[in-house]
T-cell receptor
Framework: GAVVSQHPSRVICKSGTSVKIECRSL??????MFWYRQFPKQSLMLMAT?????????EQGVEKDKFLINHASLTLSTLTVTSAHPEDSSFYIC??????????????FGPGTRLTVL | GENVEQHPSTLSVQEGDSAVIKCTYS??????FPWYKQELGKRPQLIID?????GEKKDQRIAVTLNKTAKHFSLHITETQPEDSAVYFCAASPSGGSNYKLTFGKGTLLTVNP
């Protein structure tokens, strides 16, 4: 159990275009999902918390108008990178939170999306 | 907010030796401490976690210890194998409620030499 998928795995786009990344929890419901960004040889940097049925919560310094998040159902969250530029090139990873009880939540990660903006 | 420090940044051991990675955290409200293993280009995989109501947890060759008073926790891998080579991340968060955030350490690149 606890499988999270992410699509696409790789995407190459031209500067100025928008890219949508999907994150799905396949065998559990996730009211909360998270979006991270990871640069080579660095740790995971939380970008935003995605809550089903409500607006996402963005971390300080992350532009909410550039990184649009939609959590349309209990198994799907999407991240859209709008007007992408080369500096947006990175590895984007989502995670889905599985709740065992009020005090015990686990995060399971998707396989990541490698975005390259030309 | 929470701050997690992780040491060492790189660790090289011989096959069969033990490896220890240490993390400290700053927020006394944190009470959930997972460890993730990430191979190059792959997703982080949860390998073990510990909650603050226990001091130690073991799963085969992997163990985690927690000292809440000192605000530090450690990952212990015994009888290391080449396939243990990866980047390991510790994390901390408060648990409870509808959602929580993980704060990650900067990672430890573990290399197990055959």
């Amino acid at each position: 159990g606890a499988v999270v998928s992410q699509h696409p795995s790789r995407v190459i786009c031209k500067s100025g275009t928008s890219v949508k990344i999907e994150c799905r929890s396949l065998d559990f419901q996730a009211t909360t999902m998270f979006w991270y960004r990871q640069f080579p040889k660095q740790s995971l940097m939380l970008m935003a918390t995605s809550n089903e049925g409500s607006k996402a919560t963005y971390e300080q310094g992350v532009e909410k108008d550039k990184f649009l998040i939609n959590h349309a159902s209990l198994t799907l969250s999407t991240l859209t990178v709008t007007s992408a530029h080369p500096e947006d090139s990175s590895f984007y990873i989502c995670s889905a939170q599985r709740t065992r009880d009020f005090y015990y939540n686990e995060q399971f990660f998707g396989p990541g999306t490698r975005l390259t903006v030309l | 907010g929470e701050n997690v420090e992780q040491h060492p940044s790189t660790l090289s051991v011989q096959e069969g030796d033990s490896a220890v990675i240490k993390c400290t955290y700053s927020d006394s409200a944190s009470n959930y401490f997972p460890w993730y293993k990430q191979e190059l280009g792959k997703r982080p995989q949860l390998i073990i976690d510990i909650r603050s109501n226990v001091g130690e947890k073991k799963d085969q060759r992997i163990a985690v210890t927690l000292n809440k008073t000192a605000k530090h926790f450690s990952l212990h891998i015994t009888e290391t194998q080449p396939e243990d080579s990866a980047v390991y991340f510790c994390a901390a968060s408060p648990s409870g409620g509808s959602n929580y955030k993980l704060t990650f350490g900067k990672g430890t690149l573990l290399t197990v030499n055959p």
